[in-house]
């Protein structure tokens, strides 16, 4: 298995060591890839909030004291006007009080709503009900978020045609250059596997017109973990994913879990070679029954405890 590992990670690695000048800060995708019946200008596509905003920011949350202050604090800094939805997803450490605490500290308006089915597919429905903005970002409670996520996201959400972009990881502080290389892997990354999935739902930021044409978040249609992924499955039939080499966020360093959940290599392999076209089938047909005998509900992605956090599965993606 380990050598099967490296002839899959082979080909990327010669691919980034030739193709690095050839990146670009966006990246676009041949009309071609583009499946979906729907082609839209932003312009005609726009739909402000009540004061103006382009943006909706989405937060679940479960059981998050300790890091909703370092999520809420990288968003009260956004350049960009903004609604804020804080989902609290049934929640037993009070953190909803403190969530409401940080947003009138931090001169935040926000709209708090709670959702007692557990799981964060649920908790997502719920926070896009209240969404009425051009653009929404699913963010994670335990991500910080530079000033310019949001500006980023909005420029990559108006190249034409694109419905979704996914944003690089690295660690809060890390040098200038590591998260240059960051951005540089994914966005190199993309143009060898177009139109897929490469990062998790807090990278994440849609044009919410396309979001909800392809279903939304909706346990009725996955409540399995890898929702990030399998929406992505389903919004790309409506146009492109758009990756840039600039669009960055830091994920918290949290303990993994011994017993690591999520998909297998061979599940991972195959989803990399499955056509655009084929690729919600992969989700629903090949994979949803495999997550069902390993019993991976999204109930699966809530913090179990806060305290140690020995339960974390945010290795899902890793």
Known sequence: MPEFANEVQRPLRRLWERGAA????????????????VRRKASQDVRSGDDGERWTVVIPFHNERTFLPLVLRSIATQHERLKLILVDNASTDRSSELARQLCDDLGLSATHVREAQPGKVAALQRGLEEVATEFVATCDADTFYPADYLTVGQRLLSTPGAVAAIAANCDLGAAGWAARMAGLRLSLTARLLQQQCLNGGASQ?????ALQR????????????????????RIALHGQIAYGRDFLCHPSQRPRSVNCTGWTLIEQVRYHATAPSERVAYFHEFLAPRLRARALSSERLRRQDTASLERDVRCLHG
Not at 22 to 37: C, K, Q
Not at 205 to 209: A, D, H, L, P
Request: hydrophobic share 40%; charged share 15%.
């Open 22 to 37: 050839m990146i670009h800060t966006e990246v676009r995708y041949p009309p071609g890839a583009i499946t979906g019946s």
């Open 205 to 209: 930021v849609f044009r919410t017109s």
């Open 214 to 233: 392809c279903g939304g978040f909706d346990p009725a249609i996955w409540n399995w973990v890898l929702e990030d992924h399998e929406v992505m499955a």
